[in-house]
């Protein structure tokens, strides 16, 4: 395969060295990467010679000189903040580039229909990485759930991932760039779960706050109860007690799902997958974006209905 030449957006922040080292494991290169923030000496782990700007306008000049030389981007990855990446996949394709774009794709579901816009004038493509989809748990859970497709299944899901003070003065804790917690956390695990279970009919939510949501999914295959929190108090007490911040658990028909490991290299198979043409497109966020968007607007309606059990402690 020939190699294939890659500029990164966001190239300061936590998720960009998985990108780094993606595009480095499947072979390819990092010519070019763009973020306000200069603390991007991680850039030398990977890609020593690739040009780095602090400033969008540079960034814009050198990409589009690259292509009237000959030498066009193959692809921009892209892993700003949410809110910034519908204009950032536009730059990539506008530019002649296909976008490897991070999660949520964009938080509201018209912009999708942009997106297909431009897809089609342009002829790029936009991927979005969806990795819990190519982790081997979750693949097996589908298989399951596909096996057994004549009943509804209950489904509880837990997501306890502690974060400091940081995270609601920084834009993730900002409703209006990262689509708060169900929409920043949560994306992954509604697109998991409509990819095991199928659509969204109905969702009602019953807690709404910075630090925590909750709420319930009727799905084509399951019924959900879901309940995600940034907050160390909501940890259970054995995992407090050993100093872990996180907490994850998802049960099907009372069995616990075995998904603490497995994470690893998720990013590297993503990557790979869509330099096979096999990546997940416009089409494949669909349903997560709706759903995110759907519960972001939704007023929260108390202890109502068939609500998570730990709701019951929140106060
Ligand atoms: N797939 C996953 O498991 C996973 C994990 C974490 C984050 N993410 C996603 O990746 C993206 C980045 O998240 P993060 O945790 O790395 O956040 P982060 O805040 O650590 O990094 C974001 C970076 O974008 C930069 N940035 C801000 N404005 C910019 C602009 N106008 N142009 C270019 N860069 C800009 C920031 O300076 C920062 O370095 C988000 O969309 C997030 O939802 C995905």
Known sequence: MDIKTFALIGAAGFVAPRHMRAIKDTGNRLVAALDPNDSVGVIDSYFPTADFFTEFERFDRHIDKLRRRGNAVDYVSICSPNYLHDAHMRFALRNGANAICEKPLVLNPWNIDGLHEIEAETGARIYNILQLRLHPSIV???EAAQAVADRLHD??????????NWYQRSWKGQVEKSGGIATNI???????LTWVFGPVRYSSVHLNRPDCAAGHLEL????VRWFLSVNADHLPVKQRVQDRRTYRAITVDGAAVEFSTG?????TQSYQQILEGRGFGI????QAVET??????????????DYHPLCAQIR
Do not use: C, K, W
């Not at 994470?263 to 990013?267: E, G, K, Q, S, V």
């Not at 089409?283 to 669909?286: E, F, K, S």
């Open 292 to 305: 995110v968007y759907h519960i972001r607007n939704t007023a929260p309606q108390g202890l109502q209905g």
């Open 155 to 164: 489904v509880e899901i837990t997501y306890i991932t502690s974060r400091g």
């Open 220 to 223: 084509a295959g399951a019924h």
């Open 263 to 267: 994470f690893t290299d998720l990013h």
């Open 283 to 286: 089409d494949d966020a669909r």
């Open 140 to 142: 097996a859970l589908r």
């Open 186 to 192: 949560g994306v992954h695990f509604f697109d998991m």
